[in-house]
Structure formats: structure tokens, C-alpha cells
């Protein structure tokens, strides 16, 4: 077992493994700042997938976004997508789980997923990137 005294380990993980490590988590991850890049640019190849309860999608929920919460994940409910389709997903932010789960259960079931950092916690209220509540029209 080593001993780790401080942050910085006196033992050196090999930057191939490193490298492989943030390969695989830029692969499985994007945030907001991406995404809306993406949808201002009309290139937007997924399809955004807030996850969280139907009410609180009602609230408030990032523009172009559909709703599925994440215990309705289903090969029934993801259906009527074709298998290439990717997905982004997100939840509340980074105390909440619920993204991870639909990640987990959209890549079980054959599609490409990506979690999107910070949720609509940092979407809404940090970027403040428009939204839309309560209506299907965006608030800015």
C-alpha cells in the first residue's frame, strides 16, 4: 500500500495511463458552455435530456431540452430513437446524481450518452444561459 502524505504523490502515474484516464472522462463528459455553443450555432448532434422530475423540468429547463426523468429510462421509452442517436443529459448540478444514473442506463441500453456538467444549476444560474418556464417560450 503506498503512503500518500500530501496532493502531490512521490509516486508518478504514467502519462500514457493519465492520458487515457481524461480521454475517457472528455469522452463520457461535456458542459454548458459546449452545449450552447452548439445549439447557438444550429449544430447541435444530440438530443438534450434533462433528466430530473417532470415538475421541475415544468419550472424551468434548458432551451432545446426534452424531459425523461431518469427513472422512466426504458428501452420502451427510448424507442422511438434510432441506435445511433447520442445524448446529452443532465440533472440538478453537481450534488445530484440523477445525470450519472441516465448515463448508466442509456449507455446499458446501446446509445451514445454524454453528462453535462453542472446541470441546469450552472446552465441557469451561474452562465445564465436562457431557459425556458413554465411555457415552451426561452426567457432570457
Known sequence: MTHYSNAFSQQLIPT???NNYFAAK???????????????????????LDVRAK???????????????????????????EKDTLFVVYCWGPGCNGGAKAALKISALGYGVKEMLGGIHYWEDFERYPVNRHANKAQT
Open 26 to 48: 472528455l469522452a463520457s463528459e461535456t458542459d454548458c458552455s459546449d452545449v450552447y455553443s452548439d445549439i447557438i450555432q444550429d449544430s447541435k448532434h444530440y438530443v438534450l
Open 55 to 81: 415538475e421541475a423540468f415544468k419550472k424551468s429547463h434548458a432551451i432545446t431540452a426534452v424531459n425523461l426523468p431518469h427513472n422512466e429510462i426504458s428501452a420502451e421509452s427510448l424507442a422511438n430513437y
Open 16 to 18: 500514457q495511463q493519465v
